[in-house]
């Protein structure tokens, strides 16, 4: 059975800092790997995705890697900013099921 | 912990009628819920926003119209696929935040449909 799980389970820093957020699967048979950003109270916001034939993907200050053979992915955020504070959650396509990781709650100190 | 639970799990229909997918908060209540629909070798989008009494609030570029949602009750919301296509063959999931905490959110298990 394929398990997500993400460290931290919550992180603050102080803004203009660089920082990452890891996601570890169990099963390297996944197809995509997905971050995503909830607000609370709030769906979820797609940020990047990764096709199982890519290693990582940009999107501004937002860098998503994935190393299959190690069951890893990581989120870079460059330069943070109190509008980054959210919790990021991964999520992994596995076959024809969704497995969703528990989520890094975020704060970005001003 | 919390489940969110989906009905059906799978359904194929012909192209012109309309398909009706259940989502149920298991056992706490949910002011709000929310859908997402995966596109084939693609990412998980947020379609809209259940809201308990209230219209559902659409992302952009999703047709309300077409995409038809109900929020009956503390615990239950449809998402209705009307006159469905072949492009709206999908997989659909909707989520409810927990009542504890709104960074937590619980995902049901998903609604394959297919449409032939």
């Known amino acids: 059975k394929q398990e997500v799980t993400q460290i931290p389970a919550a992180l603050s820093v102080p803004e203009g800092e660089n920082l990452v957020l890891n996601c570890s699967f169990t099963?390297?048979?996944?197809?995509?790997l997905q971050w995503f950003r909830q607000d609370p109270g709030k769906g979820l916001t797609s940020l990047l995705l990764?096709?199982?034939?890519?290693r990582e993907q940009t999107s501004g200050r937002l860098n998503a890697s994935l190393d299959k053979s190690s069951g890893r992915s990581t989120l870079y955020i460059a330069a943070s900013q109190p509008g980054d504070s959210a919790t990021y959650l991964c999520?992994?396509?596995?076959?024809?099921?969704?497995?969703f990781g528990p989520g890094t709650r975020l704060s970005v100190l001003p | 912990g919390a489940v969110v639970s989906q009905h059906p799990s799978r359904v194929i229909c012909k192209s012109g009628t309309s398909v009706k997918i259940e989502c149920r908060s298991l056992?706490?209540?949910?002011?709000?819920m929310f859908w997402y629909r995966q596109f084939p070798k693609k990412s998980l989008m947020l379609m809209a926003t259940?809201?308990?009494?209230?219209?559902?609030?659409?992302e952009q570029g999703v047709e309300k119209d077409k995409f038809l949602i109900n929020h009956a009750s503390l615990t239950l919301s449809t998402l209705t696929v009307t006159s469905a296509h072949p492009e709206d063959s999908s997989f659909y999931i909707c989520?409810?935040?927990?009542?504890?905490?709104?960074?937590?959110?619980?995902f049901g298990p998903g609604t394959r449909l297919t449409v032939l």
């Open positions: 990764i096709q199982s034939s890519q």
């Open positions: 259940s809201n308990e009494g209230s219209k559902a609030t659409y």
């Open positions: 989520s409810a935040p927990s009542q504890a905490s709104t960074d937590t959110q619980y």
């Open positions: 999520v992994g396509l596995n076959g024809q099921n969704f497995v």
């Open positions: 056992d706490f209540q949910a002011t709000t």
């Open positions: 099963d390297s048979a996944i197809y995509n």
